[in-house]
């Protein structure tokens, strides 16, 4: 991830790192007038934590909540919801909240008051960095864009493989030719 630029957050909570990742595209078919028209919704990402590394290590950063240490890491898409765009939490390997003994429960009080750090964290990234969608998706395009470049190279090479199978067997077809 070296291209990546990690953005700290100083909240009233404590640091928060942030990198802003390739946007996830999203297709659907939508129907009108009785016709399928496909579309597809681009969702802006962000990779957020409270150690500057993104590691979960309570020795590079943390957040308190009643005198405990949490660390946080988790990715995020903003997403169309039924009431505008909304973060969308992406699972993460060992949770995205824990304290020094295990990972925060969802049904936990803390999870509730992490979640709003994690909102204040990013409202506050959004405002420092009011680009950073339109840089998600630059990513995004990039990517697809390379990937489809490098699809084109890896045809074109099996183009020119099929190209001299065929004139091998030409070549026996002229051969073919010639005895008759």
Not at 80 to 96: A, I, K, L, M, V
Not at 128 to 141: G, N
Not at 151 to 160: H, I, K, S, T
Request: hydrophobic letters at 35%; aromatic letters at 10%; proline letters at 4%.
């Amino acid at each position: 991830m070296s291209d990546y630029v990690t953005h700290e957050i100083e909240t009233e909570n404590g640091a928060f790192y942030v990198r802003v990742l390739a946007a996830e595209r999203r297709t659907f078919s939508r129907h009108v007038m009785g016709r399928s028209e496909p579309g597809e919704e681009l969702r802006p990402r962000v990779w957020l934590a409270t150690d500057p590394e993104f590691k979960q290590e309570f020795e590079l950063g943390y957040v308190k909540v009643r005198g405990r240490k949490y660390v946080i890491e988790e990715m995020l898409a903003l997403v169309n919801g039924p009431s505008g765009r909304q973060w969308q939490r992406e699972p993460t390997y060992g949770g995205s909240f824990r304290s020094e003994r295990k990972q925060v429960e969802y049904r936990a009080p803390t999870f509730n008051v992490l979640r709003e750090y994690v909102h204040g964290a990013l409202a506050k990234f959004a405002e420092a960095h009011p680009k950073w969608e339109r840089e998600s998706v630059h990513r995004l395009f990039r990517c697809e864009r390379n990937r489809k470049l490098s699809e084109a190279v890896r045809l074109r090479a099996e183009a020119e493989a099929a190209e001299k199978k065929a004139a091998g067997w030409q070549e026996r077809i002229d051969e073919l030719g010639k005895e008759a």
